[in-house]
């Protein structure tokens, strides 16, 4: 791991591991990149082959510059299509950025942007690909690096309980192209985004995760921010969300999506709202529309619309605990309530949508009545919304837009399962992406670990992507290591729910790390973990030398107490046992076929 | 909070708390702990009563001193039943503490113990008065503790899926008596632990969380220890096992022991390994039997005893990914495999029941089969000891003992279900108290997450007592901050578990915290959490100034993008609102008897 000077991100590989590429049948050129894992040789196991996130800032091969950003990979793909033509891109204004004085403006990314768009209202929404039966290059590169190279091995077991989810053992570019139909999967990727190492979202594939940055009114910087977005995804990030809604929000996203290998996520309300100097009522539909063509332009990959906020569910807050705690939910309450007008977002929603389909920008529809509190889990006003939210996925596909949908927030473990029922039910289908969501309100400081509970739960039962919580949810602003925790954390989450659903190829990471265990391979144990760093300086803490690595004990119970020691003199002798007698493997199978539990062996002579 | 110079341990009240006391009916001297935390005056709302197992070390009325001891408070209760008395106290031996030198032996505890013991095996345990039908001053002190006051309370909502639990609205004294007497919970309550503030684990009261402490061969002192100890239930957790390892175990316990207001359970072949120099086929029963009466002697409250493996279950573990991972499992697999005989727990175990009853020690019968990972989750070796600890539970129970059981360990979420249903089916209904479980192998340095999602889902299934994971597990020995850690996750893990159930009371401090929360009150937001330290020092990582802790926003959106106060906002508007027009309630009421969901509500002209 190396840092640079200036700008400083995190690059290098993650230890034991390098990164390596599959190419397309389809589309040979594609390098679609994966990270295997070496373990020690006495293991006698293949490298393990994970899902890589992170980008050409862990490739060795690579150098990477953030003033240049990422090598632009779909560039070619999207031209050859021949349905996109470069734009007038919009002018950037002083609004933009906050209307700061010039000194004072992060400057605008080196590289100037030449956005495309489509012409004249072509189809090129990977939705109206998938719906035309055309397999795409972003459609088999979400293929192979799904699969995991598991076409050469044999079937995993498969015991999962996936509810209404249904994983192939192997992921083909056909059977992605009939995901993303379907409308059960999106793959966020605006035309003006080629940096992008394309990703699906939906529940038969891997649950994804998302991690959110971006700057406050309070602090931080361009720098900070490019970094925050490397760190998130070094560790596993899915997708990001620039949530900025300080100055400099323009020029900052251009950073961050020029050195983005994976989806960008914005709320488009935050932008146009400073745009009005942050008076909610003085918003109006022309600055948002603006705000939109500006971020499209820009290449967000997908926007947080808080359409189903309508006038008439508003009332039905009143009586709420915690009200509305979406930010977006609560500009647009409030613009509704002072203009006694229907929600524009709601009433221009079919603009939105052309505006959208025109870049493949995918939706994320905002739940901004979700609940805040335990006591306002799956009350009227969050189901309202989501009846709404279901009204305009339909809309939406309609205009051959790929939609998600936002949930909760704040919801207690017996009342979780209804969200997911009830959002597959009314949004036909559409992908389910939800902030945690918690499930209790009485641990601020924690909240990355009530959610992460909740997470891996709504995981299970079908939600596609969890939006990240870090430790200072409620409380203040994520530093570098909060993100880092948060990620790591809905890695767990998003794990566990694969396992849980029976995903074919989830175990073998838990596999490779138990022999690792039982083995006493301290390293592999390390390497094969979510984050070797923090593994290794555990047990660093307590047995700090080298030898201690290749100990077979640890300091928890020291050489003598070892249990896994232990069973390994246990089957040393049960082998010798095997030979001497019947054999323990043979008593084993008498036993599964139903032989008496508790038949005598060696019984002892008058007992 | 102040620090003692010598022997340090940390005492005082947390923020904004104190100590209350309430009296019993049928025994009036009985002063129940309960945590009475301050809300500001303007929210125009009582104390929130809170469980509180922290002892006189939170009490600001009592100085302790832990060279004294704490408070014998069940002496009397005890010496009034007149069923027990003196006995000859086991002399202590050179091997109890490692046979140290003379220079390097902790000190003894330096007021000697007289233990009781049962005059001629008369019944005295807290089962057999239950069965008895006596309600005993621990009945009621459990009944007064775990209804924290709510009699006076309207009745609470009741929305959860408590699937075989059932928790009444109010708990009595008699009804603590019949679930004891069921055997559905237990009163961990040796008569010769005194201090002991007595408590319940059963499926039907609060979920508990239990804490591991103890040395191990490599490090740690006596000082130390009791601080963990201190520190553990200063954060919440119900009981304490001393697991230690190393040297000196005899004298250390004795002085957890008598500054334990909560039960300490341990594992006796721990120490009785020790004595035989750590060579497990060098075990005999009689030093098993001598360990478990110098244990019972000095009030440990409960045993954990690996009785149900078995000589013809150790086959079973041959193809295991991880083998045996408990270590008393594995030192008793190891016995029998070197003997080719069966356990000397199992063939002996009526006669451990003896010893147990007549200091009324409980069982927590081990789980030395338990899987080590994911892959070796819910199989036959595991399921067979299951079967047989079931036995054993009918055993003690015919002799008069109280009974929990032991539960895994490493389970994906599809499987934890069946392990409560299983162990509820087999063991008659006796406590299960489960390690975790973790959800996944791939996270070593973060098992108190992936172990807390378990353990929150397991506990709703059910289970009684959740047994904390650190996040040193697998890597190295918890320290302080790992301990605390490891207790608020579990707390988080258990509260979660009471929500879900529809505990009567347990919304009420989320409620309470989350009105905090909407109406800024941010000292009581945090001072109704977990761990109020913690909430504070992240709120003030980004806004350090007292004025910010009256402020009405964070620092997470800055004042103008702060969703709670547009709430606020809207709901000033609304009451204008409802004061103009019909009324923005009238209007919900509306929509939820069923009116219109998509009504208009004062249509824009034209559109």
Same mark, same amino acid.
């Given at each position: 791991m190396t840092m640079r000077p200036h700008p400083a991100v995190t690059t290098g590989s993650l230890p034991a591991s390098r990164k390596i590429h599959k190419p397309g049948t389809a589309f040979p050129d594609l390098r679609v990149p994966m990270r295997a894992i070496a373990v020690h040789p006495s293991a006698g196991e293949p490298d393990l082959l994970v899902y890589d996130a992170s980008g050409p800032f862990t490739d060795e091969a690579v150098e990477t510059d953030i003033a240049r950003g990422l090598p632009r990979l779909r560039e070619a793909w999207i031209a050859a299509r021949g349905d996109s033509e470069f734009c007038a891109a919009r002018e950037v204004r002083p609004e933009d950025n906050g209307n700061l004085p010039p000194e004072k403006v992060t400057p605008a990314f080196p590289v100037p942007n030449a956005p495309r768009r489509a012409i004249n209202g072509r189809p090129l929404t990977q939705y109206e690909y998938a719906r035309a039966g055309i397999v795409t290059a972003e459609m088999e590169y979400v293929a192979i690096r799904e699969n995991l190279g598991r076409a050469a091995k044999p079937a995993m077991l498969r015991d999962g309980q996936p509810f209404q989810a249904a994983i192939p053992d192997l992921i083909t570019p056909e059977w992605v192209r009939g995901e993303v139909a379907s409308g059960r999967a999106i793959i966020p990727a605006n035309i003006n985004h080629p940096e992008l190492e394309p990703m699906a979202i939906g529940r038969n594939f891997l649950?994804?995760?998302?991690?959110?940055?971006?700057? /406050?009114?309070?602090?931080?910087?361009?720098?900070? $921010?490019?970094?925050?977005?490397?760190?998130?995804?070094?560790?596993?990030?899915? *997708?990001?969300?620039?949530? /900025? *809604?300080?100055?400099?929000?323009?020029?900052?996203?251009?950073?961050?999506? @020029?050195? =983005?290998?994976?989806?960008?996520?914005?709320?488009?309300? #935050?932008?146009?709202?400073?745009?009005?100097?942050? %008076?909610?009522?003085?918003?109006?539909?022309?600055? #948002?529309?603006d705000t939109l063509i500006e971020q499209a332009e820009q290449g967000v990959d997908y926007f947080t619309v808080h359409a189903g906020v309508r006038l008439a569910h508003i009332p039905l807050t009143a009586e709420r605990v915690t009200g509305i705690v979406s930010r977006g939910g609560s500009i647009m309450a409030k613009w509704c309530l002072h203009h006694h007008r229907e929600s524009f977002l709601? +009433?221009?929603?079919?603009?939105?949508?052309?505006?959208?389909? &025109? #870049?493949?920008?995918?939706?994320?529809?905002?739940?901004?009545?979700?609940?805040?509190?335990?006591?306002?889990?799956?009350?009227?006003?969050?189901? =309202?919304?989501? +009846?709404?939210?279901? $009204?305009?996925?339909?809309?939406?596909?309609?205009?051959?837009?790929?939609?998600?949908?936002?949930?909760?927030?704040?919801?207690?473990?017996?009342?979780?399962?209804?969200?997911?029922?009830?959002?597959?039910?009314?949004?036909?289908?559409?992908?389910?992406?939800?902030?945690?969501?918690?499930?209790?309100?009485?641990?601020?400081?924690?909240?990355?670990?009530? /959610?992460?509970?909740?997470?891996?739960?709504?995981?299970?039962?079908? *939600? &596609?992507?969890?939006? #990240?919580?870090?430790?200072?949810?409620?409380?203040? !602003?994520?530093?570098?290591?909060?993100?880092?925790?948060?990620?790591?954390?809905?890695?767990?989450?998003?794990?566990?729910?694969?396992?849980?659903?029976?995903?074919?190829?989830? @175990?073998?990471?838990?596999?490779?790390?138990?022999?690792? @265990?039982?083995?006493?391979?301290?390293?592999?144990?390390?390497?094969?973990? !979510?984050?070797?760093?923090?593994?290794?300086?555990?047990?660093? &803490?307590?047995?700090?030398? +080298?030898?201690?690595?290749?100990?077979?004990?640890?300091?928890?119970?020291?050489?003598?107490?070892?249990?896994?020691?232990?069973?390994?003199? %246990?089957?040393?002798?049960?082998?010798?046992?095997?030979?001497?007698?019947?054999?323990?493997?043979?008593?084993? $199978? @008498?036993?599964?076929?139903?032989?008496?539990?508790?038949?005598?062996?060696?019984?002892?002579?008058?007992?």
């Open positions: 649950t994804k995760i998302n991690a959110n940055i971006g700057n /406050s009114a309070v602090t931080s910087s361009m720098e900070e $921010e490019v970094d925050k977005l490397v760190w998130a995804i070094r560790w596993g990030a899915d *997708t990001v969300m620039d949530l /900025s *809604t300080g100055r400099n929000i323009h020029n900052i996203r251009d950073w961050i999506i @020029r050195n =983005a290998p994976v989806p960008i996520g914005t709320v488009p309300i #935050y932008q146009a709202l400073e745009k009005v100097d942050a %008076i909610a009522e003085a918003l109006t539909w022309e600055v #948002y529309r709601y +009433e221009h929603f079919a603009e939105i949508c052309d505006i959208c389909r &025109a #870049y493949d920008v995918s939706f994320s529809l905002g739940d901004g009545l979700r609940p805040g509190s335990i006591a306002d889990a799956n009350d009227a006003a969050q189901f =309202a919304e989501l +009846e709404t939210l279901g $009204e305009l996925t339909a809309i939406a596909r309609a205009k051959g837009c790929q939609v998600m949908i936002e949930g909760p927030g704040h919801v207690p473990m017996h009342k979780i399962k209804e969200n997911v029922e009830l959002q597959v039910k009314l949004c036909g289908d559409a992908p389910f992406y939800t902030l945690g969501p918690l499930v209790t309100d009485i641990a601020p400081g924690y909240d990355h670990i009530t /959610s992460a509970i909740g997470a891996a739960m709504i995981g299970w039962f079908g *939600t &596609a992507m969890l939006c #990240y919580v870090t430790p200072k949810e409620h409380l203040g !602003l994520p530093d570098r290591d909060d993100v880092k925790i948060g990620v790591i954390t809905y890695k767990i989450a998003a794990h566990a729910a694969d396992l849980a659903k029976g995903h074919p190829a989830a @175990r073998m990471r838990d596999d490779a790390l138990s022999r690792a @265990r039982f083995e006493f391979r301290w390293e592999d144990q390390f390497n094969l973990s !979510l984050d070797p760093d923090t593994a290794r300086s555990f047990h660093d &803490a307590t047995l700090p030398k +080298e030898a201690h690595k290749v100990a077979h004990f640890c300091s928890m119970c020291g050489p003598k107490f070892c249990s896994m020691k232990i069973s390994h003199d %246990i089957r040393d002798a049960a082998r010798l046992d095997a030979e001497k007698q019947d054999g323990m493997a043979a008593m084993a $199978e @008498r036993y599964r076929q139903g032989g008496n539990l508790y038949m005598p062996v060696d019984p002892v002579p008058g007992e």
